[in-house]
């Protein structure tokens, strides 16, 4: 069993940034695959982007040059930095440990105009 914790979550203004972090308990956090996903009001859950044990990342297309997931497996703690945020980034993101039913509670991103 993992423990997934979100936290940095809030409310932005469009064009602005934030960092989203996930600490996972256990001691074998370094050779998950870590995921971001997220979910907006009346839509399905969807997938942000993935990062690999050795740092390989993925991204959707929405995302892709605004978004970059790390690692730090020192600190258990996966991270989502949010750059040149837009109003249909507003969800609540989760985490993820990939290929096993581990998600965290989420946390909320509200982007305003």
């Known amino acids: 069993q993992v423990q997934l914790v979100e936290s940095g979550g809030g409310l932005v203004q469009a064009g602005r940034s934030l960092r989203l972090s996930c600490v996972a308990s256990?001691?074998?956090?370094?050779?998950?695959?870590m995921v971001w996903y997220r979910q907006a009001p009346g839509k399905q859950r969807e997938l942000v982007g993935s990062?690999?044990?050795?740092?390989?990342?993925n991204y959707a297309d929405s995302v892709k040059g605004r978004f970059t997931i790390s690692r730090d497996n020192a600190k258990n703690t996966l991270y989502l930095q949010m750059n040149s945020l837009k109003l249909e980034d507003t969800a609540v993101y989760y985490c993820?440990?990939?290929?096993?039913?581990?998600w965290g509670q989420g946390t909320q991103v509200t982007v305003s105009s």
């Open positions: 993820k440990v990939g290929g096993r039913d581990f």
């Open positions: 256990g001691s074998l956090f370094s050779i998950y695959v």
């Open positions: 990062i690999s044990s050795s740092g390989s990342t």
